[in-house]
């Protein structure tokens, strides 16, 4: 597995194996690293000759200072289990060389980006997209894989590589969960002990919704109602939003269909939790 801090060293490198004809899988995330990350790094194997993993925290996606510093860094033992993944290359960028000072360019973006995650995390989904669109051009990855996990950033960076004409195909994959239901994430790590054990509910109350609609619920507005009824039973539980919405604009749904989307964010102490299923399941 070669390490490479340079982008271009990993510019030129990734340029020579495109002209071999190798074909390239790029796993974008920001370390502290988990079964989630490694289900994406396994369906990288499966399509690509090389699997590319970077690990970079990215500032300019953060609206919270404190969530930037708090955020869990682990490089070592990252590195340590994408080796063992099979992953051919990691690029461990500086913030220096990722976005050299002044920036003075930022992709914006618009429309699913701005509801959801982007009404509680302002600005968010603009890092997220110019991040990305960098990682593209340095690494040029034929397949790049997200995990549904993070659904609305998914739904972002298909629209930014289809609005900018990236030749690269976006492959979501399914949510790896803890046995308890609660999604993995990186952030689960700061969670309190009490949190961590509240922390399943926010899956329970996404299972709840599906059940309604199973059972012949089809309003978007019971639907809703069956996760507020699960999630106000805990205490010290802080509601973002918990809506039902179209998978491609994110836009709220009265008549919910089985790939309408239940998506919730929740404040458990000082962590923020996502979590989203297809209402008909996943
Ligand atoms: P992050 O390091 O949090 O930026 O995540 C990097 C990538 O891993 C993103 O595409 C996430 O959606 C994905 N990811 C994070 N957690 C999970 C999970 N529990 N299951 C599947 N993919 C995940």
Known sequence: MQVVEDIYEAQKTFEELRQQGRSVGLVPTMGSLHKGHVSLVERARLRCDVVAVSIFVNAIQFNDVNDHRQYPRSTEADLAMLASAGVDFVLLPTDEQMHPK??????TTSGAAELLEGVHRPGHFDGVATVVAK??????????????????????????????HFPVEVVGCPTVREPDGLAMSSRNLRLAEADRAKAPIVHRAILAARQAYAAGETSGRGLIAAMYEILSSVQ????DYASVV????LKDVDHV??????????????VRLIDNSAVGGD
């Open 257 to 270: 269909k089985p790939d309408s989307r239940l998506v919730v964010a929740v404040h458990l102490g000082s």
């Open 135 to 164: 990682l593209f051009i340095i690494l040029g990855p034929g397949l790049a894989f997200f995990g549904e996990k993070d659904f609305q950033q998914l739904v972002v960076v298909r629209r930014m590589v289809s609005e900018l």
């Open 236 to 239: 010290d539980l802080v509601i």
């Open 102 to 107: 002044p920036m003075n360019v930022l992709i």
């Open 246 to 249: 179209d998978p491609q604009t």
